[in-house]
């Protein structure tokens, strides 16, 4: 299960989370959908005023990045995406 922390409020919806941090301040959020079957819609609730997000596009393997308070995500089954959060 996933625990919020300073930056990160909530996963809400069919998700499997982690971060991991490199070697410099940002983090990376790797969500992931829990079903094999079904598409699900995952929300990551952040604190924007502590960081903000990019998520990475493997098509043209750069991160773009996310506005609004919070990241929506639309996971088709089994899919995952990376997000960069980066100190605001």
């Known amino acids: 299960m996933f625990r919020p922390d300073s930056w990160i ?7 499997i989370a982690g971060t991991f941090t490199g070697t410099g301040p940002d983090r990376q959020l790797f969500v992931c959908n829990a079903s094999h079957r079904d ?16 998520r990475f596009d493997p098509r043209i393997q750069t991160y773009q990045p ?23």
């Open 9 to 15: 409020r909530s996963i809400e919806g069919s998700a």
């Open 39 to 54: 598409a699900s819609t995952v929300i990551v609730r952040l604190d924007r005023e502590a960081c903000t997000a990019d």
């Open 66 to 88: 996310i506005a609004g308070p919070d990241v929506v995500l639309s996971l088709p089954p089994a899919a995952g995406s990376l997000l960069r959060l980066r100190s605001a």
